[in-house]
């Protein structure tokens, strides 16, 4: 399978698209107003949206990595949130960046608008952050390890 992605700031469009297709057929009314998708690291894509509640309800980032592994996924490589309503790709807010990082440290994140989107690494987007791997015995970010 041939992908798009290639790092450093280069996009998969193939990864937005899928993203943008959700959001426009299932993200309907207050409960589901984003939609996200992640590339695995076998070329799999990965979709899911979010599930608004008002006590707090998991925003579509950390519902993908729930879909994605109950899928079989052990390592997403690149992920992108798009807004319900035509607004296009939306940054992920705080926890799900921390969230990101602590699972997928070498994830990139698709973000930017309009023509502006761009993949920037997750710690980029988390500068200075307390990566929870780094303080685990038996653990790190050695892929070798996953």
């Known amino acids: 399978m041939t992908t798009t992605t290639t ?5 998969d ?3 937005v698209r899928a993203a943008a ?18 590339r695995a690291d076998d070329g799999r894509i990965v979709t ?17 990595i729930g879909a994605a592994a109950a899928q079989g996924v052990r390592w997403l490589v ?13 940054p992920p807010c705080g926890r799900c960046r921390q969230v990101l990082l602590d699972y997928f440290p070498d994830l990139e994140v698709i973000v930017g608008t309009g023509d502006g989107i761009r993949a920037v690494p997750v710690a980029e987007l988390l500068p200075e952050s307390y990566v929870w791997a780094d303080h685990q015995p038996g653990t790190g970010t050695d892929p070798d390890s996953r």
Do not use: I, K, W
């Open 7 to 11: 790092g450093s700031g280069g996009v």
């Open 13 to 15: 469009q193939e990864l």
């Open 21 to 38: 297709r959700v959001a426009r057929t299932r993200c309907r009314g207050d409960n589901h107003t984003m939609a996200a998708a992640g």
């Open 48 to 64: 899911a949206v979010n599930a608004y509640h008002f006590t707090g309800g998991p925003c579509a980032e950390l519902v993908l």
């Open 78 to 90: 690149t992920v992108v949130a798009v807004g319900d309503r035509d607004r296009g790709v939306v």
